[in-house]
């Protein structure tokens, strides 16, 4: 089960590089994010040697879906 920062987080992690620019209040708690990568719904990959950017993995894109929350 997912608490609502979880799945705000994941949802946000859902829209894409665009979705989490740092510059305003869409920022992802480190603490949410290392619970989805625990819960194996995010991983963090190195794109172009710059920092770690989460991507949902096949476990979260399926989660949305039975949530009836994917795009």
């Known amino acids: 089960m997912l608490s ?3 799945l705000a987080t994941l949802l946000l992690i859902s829209g894409g590089p ?3 620019d740092t510059t305003d209040s869409r920022q992802i708690d480190p603490v949410d994010l ?3 990568v625990d819960k194996e719904l995010v991983r963090l990959e190195i794109l ?3 920092r ?3 991507r949902l993995t096949s476990d979260g894109h399926s989660m949305l ?3 009836g929350c994917s795009r």
Do not use: T, V
């Open 65 to 67: 879906r039975a949530m």
């Open 52 to 54: 770690q950017s989460p």
């Open 34 to 36: 290392h619970a989805l």
């Open 4 to 6: 609502p920062h979880e």
């Open 18 to 20: 665009e979705s989490l």
């Open 48 to 50: 172009n040697g710059q």
